[in-house]
Each structure stands twice: as C-alpha cells, then as structure tokens.
C-alpha cells in the first residue's frame, strides 16, 4: 500500500466517519419504520390537540404518508394505500435532521413540550461528566497497578491486582451499583446522608436539595465544572458526591481491562533487549521502568481508549439507570420503553460519532508516538 | 509408494512430538491454580445447569405452581399460599422472593437458562465469524473491504446500545434477546478469525500446499483453521461470561419477556424493588453472575496462559 500522508489518512478516516453516520442512520432507519406501525414514526413531530385531518396532512408533508391516503384512519391501520416508500421517508427524514428538527421528545413527563435535540443536550453534559470522570479514574488508577504488577511480577502485589482486576471485569455494573448503594446507604452513611444523591444534581437552582445551595451559572452543562467555575463550592460538594459513586460503578470494568493491558505490555517491554542494556548500563531501576519501558509499553495501552471510550459509554446506560442520574444514557432506555425512535436515533448518531473521532485521535496520537507507524 | 512409506516414517516421530506438547500442556496446567479454579467454575456451572431439572422442578417458577388458597370460594381469587420474604435460615437457605419461591430453586432453575443463551449466541457468532473472516481474509480485495466496512459500522455502536435499539423494535421474547445481543456480537469473530488467517496465509507451509497443488478450500479448513483455532478458543470461553453479562444487563433494563422468568439478571431485577428490605433476593442471584463469568474468565485467561507458545519451555 503507497504511504499516505498523516492528514491524508485523517482525511480518508473522516470520510469513512460520514459512511460510518450514513450506514447506521439507514439501518435504524429502515428497522424502525419497518418494523413498527406507521403512527411511531409520526409521533414525535404531533403535537397535543391535533386533529385528524391535521395529522394527516402533516404526516403527508413529511413523506411518512403516500398522497393518495384516504384519511389518518386508513394511514394508522396500515392501509397499503398510505404507505409511502421506504426510502423516500428516509430522504425527507434526513431533510428534517438537517435543518436540525428531531421533532418532539416522547419521554415520560415530557410528551410533546419539550424538543428532542433540546432535552438531548440538556441531558448530555451529565453523562459527559460521568464519562470523564470514569476515564480519569481509569486511566489514573490502571497505569500505577499495572506497572506495580509487572514490576513485582508473581509476587503478593501481581496477584492481587490481577485478582481484582478480575473480578472487577466479572462483575456486573447494575449489581455492583446497588451493592454499592446498600454499602453506603444501609452501612456506611457518610455525612449524615450517605452518598446518594443521584437526581439531585438536575436543577441548576438546586430546590430539592437538603440545605439548598444556591444558584451556578451555566458554561458547559456539567454541574460539577460549572458549580466550580460560578465559585459556589456547597453546590459543588453536592454535584461532587452525586458523581461519586456512579463514577466507581462505571470505571470498574475498564479500570480491569486497563490494568490487564498495561500489566502484559509492560512486562513484554521489560523481556526486550533494551532493558537489558539499560540495566547493564547500571542505570537505576526507577528510571529503568519509567523512563525506558513504560514509554513503548503505552503504546498498546493508548489504541485500546478507543475500546474504553465504547465500554464507558454502553456502562452509562446502566450506571445512569441505577443512581437515576440524569444523563442521556437513563434517557434511553425510557426512550425504548415508549418507542421514541428519533430519540433513539440521535442516541447512536452521536455516540458513534464520538466512538469514531476517538478513535481517529488514538490513531492520529499513535502515529505521533511511534514513528515506525506508516499508513 | 515411496510416499506412503515416508509418512510412516515420518508419523510416528509426529505423535511424540504431539503427545510432549500435550503432556507439557497438561504440566503447565497443573502448574497454573488460576486455570484449575477456573476449570472447576466452568465445569461445575454447566454441571449444575445440566443437572438442573432433575434437582428441581422446572416448572417451579410458574404462579400456577405455587400452593393455591381459595378466596370467597371463587377460582379468580385464589391466591397461592405463600411465604413470601423469608429470611435466608434453615428452611431457605437463601431466602424466598416476593412471590414465596426458593431464591436458590430459582437460581438452580435460571442457570440452565443462561448457559444455553450464552452458548448459543458465542457459538452461532464464531460461526458467522469463521465464514465472513476466512472469506474476507482470503478472497480479499472488494469483499474483505465490504466486510471489513460492515463490522466497522458495528463497532462505531456501544453493543449494550444497539441491542437497545434492536430490542425496542423487535419486542421482548427470548429468541428476539438472542438475536439481539447475536447481532452486536458477530463482528468481534470476523476481525479476529479474518486477521488469523491473513498472518496464516503468508506462512511458508501454505505455500508449500499451494505449490503441492491443493485447492484454496482445502487448504483454508484442513490446515489454516486448525491453526488459528486457539485464539478462537480463548475468546469464546471469554465471551460465554461476556454475553451473560450483556443479556443480563438487558433484563434489568426491562426487556425480560416475563418477569417471573428464572433468569439470573431477572432474579437480580426483580430483587431490586426489595433492595432495601430483603437485599438477599438481590445479593445471591447478582453473586451467582460474578461467579460464573469470574469462572470462564479465569478458564480463558488460563487457556490463553497454557497455550501461548512465548510462555512455553
């Protein structure tokens, strides 16, 4: 293969990321329309009091109804007269989507009064910081275990955190998020109220929490940043604790995986010659490992934060579902009980797009790192 | 003529040389506590669920099971007499659940459940894997870029998401499950068998067999498979764990068919409205599933051990 300039990789990358967008729209597309009767995919664009004849001609003027449907009657009881091509409904769906219209929200409470990009974005940045602060914690806590474990290899640290690591990849994260809630809640209330705070952290004019405190204004959504930003450090505590434990519950299985990879890498950079030669050199073994192993050994453990990323954000919908935090991973699944396909929709857009940009950045990062890599 | 008699030469040295493997293997085995306790998980869980309906009953999860009581002498208010919430002690060894049945009846009853779906969906993955990988591997060119294009379309969705996606369409019955959690499942198999023959492919040995004349198919399931069987291996003793806590998860996500269902991450969804009042119906089902996957996760992780030929000698 002819060796391709960096940013033409980057380039040929991003292109796929547009088929990559195309090709899953198309596929939860064509299953939810398919798959469901003909009032879904209307739904989110009725408002409250419509009447039939309006319904009709709305559903007519996106494209989900032929022409020549008789009335809304005959279009909800699947009159072959009113089914309008697949792919035409796909063309003026994507019309919509364009000019940035996802209709209205389905979600319980919400029905028909608030956007769906609007209660998507509002939604984002907790999951955001979720997401975040899980990778911290991974990343922070992975590369220290993993090194100790190839460094004291078969000794008393080594099993333990390979052990843990174990575990912790076995567990599952709804389980462990209520062991998690019994543990603090049942016996070991910290402060009085224990750690539990999930839904508290909603509102930017904190109402409902036991001693209120105050006002944030908003720069990036994440209350905890923001809370911080704004000066309000009570509102911050609270914010803070609301994370925590969601925060545990979501890093544990890519904490293990992590450990794991640094923990073989590590050890297969410590088997090279290169050691050897440093060691022989009379160098000191804290820069031995520092300096000389860890840097080739994080080579492996930077292609898979890409594989992280995925993990954190399929963990979000469970770790949100059990602190009932509201993120768009909690939104979801409310979204699959009451069929909210655009909802649904948005969802897998946006998170395939980070998967992908992410993972064009490792690529990008890696071929920075290693200058062997040629694409 | 001449032929035949070289192999006969040749065969017997190959069995040794086999049988040492085998018998270094089985060193390495006895050597390595992690795949032992792993064995003994993997073996014992499949046992138990083997065993499962001779130990109890298997329609015992039904209501209609359930020692009826009837009320003002109508068939429609007969309530089952129950002994709902009974505390892990003597009669119980883990305590009853909401509806008055044995916690640990019902997780005896929900492993059998769980291994076979977990089975089903690894096997049929590694299957469609085996297929597309080797096609696209050895055909190449504009198929193994199509291929490769429709697994990067897979991997671009959280699996956990898509089965979210799939299920909402598809409606909750347990084949519908399956094939959910099957489908964000197969492209995993396709790259890793697809990439094990590509490196198998270049091998002198098969270009030998190509010189020797044998055919493409041949040569692909005779002598490239069997080589690049263990990683399979090692990845679906991984994945028997992986999958269980995938479909698990969808269950407390409520895409559980049936409520009642002696499911293991149903047993621990249905304990969650209780968490606070009698934790035992979450705790034991939820360890149950830590123990399994725990099991052939080390089982995996010790294959991989065993059979990794940089550790070996």
Redesign the interface.
């Known amino acids: 293969m002819a060796h391709l300039k960096l940013y033409e990789y980057a380039l040929r990358r991003l292109f796929?990321l547009i088929?990559?967008l195309f090709?899953?729209s198309l596929?939860?597309f064509y299953?939810?329309r398919g798959?469901?009767p003909p009032e879904y995919s209307l739904a989110p664009y009725i408002t409250p009091r419509m009447t039939d004849p309006q319904k009709l001609q709305l559903a007519q003027s996106l494209g989900v109804a032929s022409a020549s449907c008789p009335s809304y009657q005959a279009f909800s009881s699947h009159d072959p007269q009113c089914s309008a091509p697949l792919w035409g409904q796909y063309v003026d769906w994507l019309r919509l989507v364009a000019q940035g219209n996802w209709g209205y929200s389905e979600l319980p409470g919400l029905a028909g009064t608030a956007k769906t990009w609007d209660v998507f974005s509002g939604r984002f940045p907790f999951t955001a910081q979720l997401a975040i602060g899980a990778s911290i914690v991974t990343f922070a806590i992975a590369f220290p275990m993993g090194i100790i474990s190839a460094t004291r290899n078969n000794k008393l640290p080594d099993h333990a955190s390979r052990i843990a690591s174990?575990?912790g990849?076995?567990?599952?994260?709804?389980?462990f998020g209520?062991?998690l809630?019994?543990l603090f809640?049942?016996y070991l209330a910290i402060g009085g109220r224990g750690l539990l705070q999930g839904s508290g952290s909603l509102a930017t004019q904190c109402a409902i929490c036991f001693n209120s405190p105050g006002t944030i204004s908003t720069f990036t959504g994440m209350t905890v940043l923001d809370s911080l930003l704004s000066g309000n450090f009570p509102y911050f505590w609270d914010s803070f604790l609301a994370t925590v434990l969601p925060i545990i519950a979501l890093s544990l299985a890519t904490l293990s995986s992590l450990t794991r990879i640094v923990r073989s890498s590590m050890m297969e950079a410590l088997r090279q010659d290169y050691i050897l030669l440093a060691r022989s050199k009379g160098l000191r073994e804290r820069i031995v490992v520092y300096r000389h192993a860890l840097r080739n050994a994080m080579l492996p453990a930077i292609t898979v934060s890409g594989f992280i990323f995925?993990?954190l954000?399929?963990?979000v919908?469970?770790t949100e579902?059990v602190f009932a935090y509201p993120g768009i991973g909690q939104a979801?699944?409310f979204a699959?009980?009451v069929?909210d396909i655009n909802f649904?929709e948005l969802?897998?857009l946006v998170?395939?797009a980070i998967?992908?940009i992410t993972n064009l950045c490792v690529d990008m990062i890696y071929a920075v790192l290693d200058p062997r890599i040629r694409y | 003529m001449s032929n035949l008699t070289e192999t006969e030469e040749v065969q017997p040295q190959a069995l040794t040389g086999r049988r040492a493997e085998l018998r270094h293997a089985i060193v390495l085995y006895k050597q390595n506590p992690v795949v032992v306790a792993g064995s003994v998980i993997a073996a014992g869980s499949i046992i138990l669920a083997l065993l499962s309906s001779f130990l109890v009953n298997p329609d015992l999860w039904r209501m209609e099971q359930l020692n009826q009581r009837l009320c003002w002498n109508n068939a429609a208010f007969s309530w089952p007499v129950v002994n709902i919430f009974d505390c892990p002690g003597t009669t119980y060894p883990l305590g009853t659940d909401a509806y008055g049945r044995d916690l640990l009846r019902m997780m005896i009853l929900a492993l059998p459940l769980d291994m076979e779906i977990s089975l089903t969906i690894v096997i049929s993955a590694a299957l469609i894997g085996i297929v597309l990988g080797s096609l696209a591997a050895y055909a190449g060119g504009k198929i193994d870029e199509a291929i490769l294009r429709v697994t990067d379309v897979f991997f671009a969705i959280p699996g956990l998401v898509l089965a979210i996606v799939l299920m909402t369409v598809l409606g909750r019955t347990l084949e519908n499950l399956t094939i959910a959690v099957l489908i964000t499942w197969w492209p995993i198999y396709v790259r890793l068998i697809r990439s094990q023959v590509l490196s198998e492919k270049e091998r002198p040995y098969v270009e030998a067999l190509r010189s020797t004349g044998a055919s493409s198919l041949r040569i692909l399931f005779l002598h490239i498979m069997p080589n690049t069987v263990y990683p399979v291996i090692v990845q679906m003793t991984l994945d028997i764990g992986n999958v269980i806590l995938t479909f698990s998860a969808l269950m407390f996500l409520g895409f559980s068919p049936n409520p009642l269902l002696p499911e293991l991450g149903n047993l621990v969804t249905d304990g969650i409205n209780y968490v606070f009042t009698a934790p035992w119906l979450i705790v034991f089902p939820g360890l149950t599933i830590v123990i399994v996957v725990l099991g052939f996760n080390l089982l995996g992780d010790g294959i991989r051990d065993v059979l990794d030929p940089r550790l070996r000698r």
Request: glycine letters at 4%.
């Open positions: 796929l088929f990559v090709a899953i596929i939860v299953l939810a798959a469901l174990l575990v990849y076995s567990l599952p994260i709804y389980w209520y062991m809630q019994i809640v049942l995925a993990t954000l399929g963990g919908v469970l579902t979801i699944v699959s009980l069929v649904l969802y897998v998170t395939a998967l992908v």
